[in-house]
């Protein structure tokens, strides 16, 4: 399977879980770049959370 990488609109590549910040809201979840709160889209953020650096 191959990694899923995403570039957000501050420059910062998003591949590992570890770029992302996760706000958990009533009813579901949403996913912002680290680096700037950008909100990520939630089908890449989902993939990119179940990414870790090996």
Same mark, same amino acid.
């Given at each position: 399977m191959? !990694?899923?990488?995403?570039?957000?609109?501050?420059?910062?590549?998003?591949?590992?879980?570890?770029?992302?910040?996760?706000? !958990?809201?009533?009813?579901?979840?949403?996913w912002?770049c680290?680096?700037?709160?950008?909100?990520?889209?939630?089908m890449?953020?989902?993939?990119?959370?179940?990414?870790?650096?090996?």
């Amino acid at each position: 399977m191959s !990694r899923t990488t995403y570039r957000c609109t501050c420059g910062a590549l998003l591949e590992y879980n570890q770029n992302l910040v996760s706000d !958990r809201g009533a009813t579901s979840r949403t996913w912002k770049c680290k680096e700037c709160a950008t909100p990520v889209p939630g089908m890449i953020a989902e993939k990119i959370g179940h990414q870790h650096p090996s």
